[in-house]
C-alpha cells in the first residue's frame, strides 16, 4: 500500500486568524494601524507587501529595518506561499533610550539573544535569515540579488540615501524598492525628501499617500530576470 502524499500547511494572510496572530506577535499595542496604515481586520500596507511578493513572486527578499517585525514576518509568510525564496532581514538593533531619537527613530532595542527564534510561528524562520548588524556592514558583505527590497532603517536623509543607493547595487533586473515613511515631514526624518528627488526620467514611482506613507521604486529600462 503506498504511503498517504503528506499535507503540506499553508498560511495566507487573508485567513483573519493568521493575521490576527501576526500583529499580536510582531506589531504589538497597534502598532500595525499606527505605522501601517492597518484596520482592525487589514494588514495595511502589509496587504501590498504581501500581493506584490506573492505575485512577483521573487527568490531573494531584502529587509532593512523593522521596529518589531511586522514586515518582514509578511514577507516570510508571502514566501511560504509560494513555495520558494528567502529573506535577509537586517536590523542595527537600536533603541531611543540607547542610542537616541536621532538615532534610533523609535528603536526598541527588540532583537536580542535568539533573534530569528522570533520568527517562530508558522514556521517563518524556515525561509528567513537575520542579520543584526548596521546596514552598511551588510551591504559591504552582501553577495545576493533580490527581487523585492524594503526599507525601514535609517530615516535620515543621508542614511536612507545610503540604503537605498546599495540597494541598487545588489537589486535584480526589475526589481522593487519600497520605502516606508516617504510621508512622514518632521525634523530628522529625510525619506520624503529622498523619494520626491528621485528622478522620474530615472526611475517608475508610486505613491501610497495615506500616513505614514509608501513609496514604490523601479529603475526605468528594466525587465524583471
Known sequence: MSAEPK???????????ILSQIKNSFAPDGA???????????????????GLV???KPQRVLAIGSRHGYVPSILALA???????????????YSD??????????GVENWTSDPAEKFSTFGLKEVISVHIQRSSE????????????????????DGSCYDFEQSLNVATAGALIVLHDV??????????????????????????????????????GETSA
Open 32 to 50: 500595525a494601524e499606527r505605522e501601517h496604515n492597518a484596520q482592525p481586520d487589514s494588514a495595511g500596507f502589509g496587504s501590498i507587501h504581501y
Open 138 to 157: 551588510f551591504f559591504s558583505e552582501c553577495e545576493s540579488k533580490y527581487g523585492y527590497i524594503y526599507l525601514d532603517g535609517d530615516h535620515s536623509y
Open 54 to 56: 506573492t505575485n512577483l
Open 7 to 17: 499535507q503540506v500547511v499553508t498560511y495566507r494572510l487573508e485567513d483573519q486568524s
Open 183 to 220: 510621508a512622514v515631514s518632521q525634523p530628522g526624518f529625510g525619506v520624503k525628501r529622498l523619494f520626491t528627488e528621485l528622478d522620474e526620467n530615472l526611475y517608475n514611482k508610486i505613491l501610497i499617500p495615506a500616513w505614514p506613507g509608501l513609496g514604490i521604486v523601479q529603475r526605468k
Open 79 to 93: 514566501l511560504k506561499a509560494n513555495g520558494s525564496g528567502a529573506l535577509d532581514f537586517v536590523d542595527a538593533n
Open 97 to 106: 533610550t540607547t542610542h537616541g531619537v536621532d538615532v534610533a527613530f523609535g
